[in-house]
């Protein structure tokens, strides 16, 4: 089965043509970054606008580079949320209609479940069950993944994301827009152990996250090293950030092991934007090594968001008997526990 995949949750459009048999042939992607910039955060009107700008002519490259004509394709996937309401009802029309047109079926996509199967487009993949840390912008998951579509959330993040609290802490540290990868970046210069941070709900049990404390805990450092003598010295506001990263990184870690341990599996999976943080991922590879378990993520280009994991996920759906009617599903919420399983 050949399923063309259509993301246009947030601030990216993705597109990529995925087949049963032969795997990935093409993805491509225009990413929103230079038109959100000036704003500081995504602009969910601008979003939508471009995404249809963008769709139409992210199809033609799609379909040449993947060498497919519109008759070869047998079904199409789109992210149906969860997302930005009006970004996902662009992607939504453009998908529904195209599968009208091609009279072929149609299948809305759940996005954090495609990001958890990500992994699934590489060689080296995890065997279910399996753990899957899920870290984005919006989500901070951990979850028990049984097989498709049966999951159980093992915790979450009672309030910012992680990677909302890289990109709020970015912002205080003057960096622009997207937040998260200049957040690392400026971290890689900086001195991780120069300031004690919280290592948030890490020393109580359970799995569940909370950054929002340590977000404000990097304000209060940053205003104190603001108003002392001199103010802010070279090189502070990188240990601030690798300092910040750490903690982050330490928690996620921390919270991996205990899910390990608390269902007794062996394999994790590291996915969403933040698992293409370089330190995040050679920790948790240091860690399954030393701890003989096993770690998988997907190659950075499919950690943030993009058309192959929509692809990929709404085959296998599709390849199980599923498809949507011809009603376009857009949902800004939508709990991922509340999924069908996949037979
Ligand atoms: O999965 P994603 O592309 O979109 C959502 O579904 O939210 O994730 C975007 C998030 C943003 O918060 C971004 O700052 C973060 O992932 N991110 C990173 C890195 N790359 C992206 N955070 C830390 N380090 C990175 N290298
Ligand atoms: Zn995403």
Not at 308 to 329: F, K, N, P, S, T
Request: glycine share 10%.
């Amino acid at each position: 089965m050949r399923v063309l995949g259509i993301e246009t949750s947030c601030d990216e459009t993705g597109l990529a043509v995925y087949d049963s048999e032969r795997g990935l042939l093409a993805h491509v992607l225009h990413s929103q970054v230079a038109l959100h910039a000036e704003y500081g955060g995504v602009v969910p009107e601008l979003a939508s606008r471009d995404h249809v700008r963008r769709t139409l002519p992210l199809l033609h490259r799609v379909l040449h580079a993947a060498a497919c004509e519109p008759g070869h394709i047998d079904a199409l996937a789109y992210t149906a949320g969860p997302g930005l309401l009006g970004a996902l009802l662009v992607g939504g029309c453009i998908a529904r209609s195209l599968a009208f047109a091609w009279g072929v079926p149609a299948i809305g996509v759940h996005h954090m479940e495609a990001h958890l199967l990500a992994p699934m487009l590489e060689e080296q993949r995890p065997v279910f069950p399996f753990v899957a840390l899920l870290v984005s912008g919006g989500h901070t998951q951990l979850v028990l993944v049984e097989r498709i579509g049966c999951y159980r959330i093992l915790g979450e993040s009672l309030d910012d994301a992680a990677g909302e609290a890289f990109d709020k802490v970015a912002k205080m540290l003057g960096l622009d827009y997207p937040g998260g990868p200049r957040l690392a970046e400026l971290a890689a210069g900086g001195s991780p152990g120069r300031f004690a941070l919280p290592r948030p709900m890490t020393t109580r049990a359970g799995l569940d996250f909370s950054f929002s404390g340590l977000k404000t805990a990097v304000g209060t450092v940053l205003r104190q090293l603001q108003s002392g003598p001199g103010g802010l010295a070279p090189g502070d506001r990188a240990d601030l950030a690798a300092s910040f990263q750490q903690a982050v990184i330490d928690t996620l870690v921390i919270k991996c092991r205990r899910a390990l341990d608390v269902t007794g599996l062996r394999q994790l999976v590291l996915a969403g934007g933040v698992s293409a943080n370089r330190e995040l991922r050679e920790r948790l590879r240091v860690e399954a090594s030393t701890h003989d378990w096993e770690v998988f993520y997907p190659r950075a280009e499919f950690c943030t968001d993009n058309g192959a994991m929509i692809a990929y996920a709404g085959c296998q759906r599709l390849l199980a008997g599923e498809h949507d009617d011809l009603a376009v599903r857009a949902l800004a919420r939508w709990p991922m526990d509340t999924l069908a399983p996949v037979p």
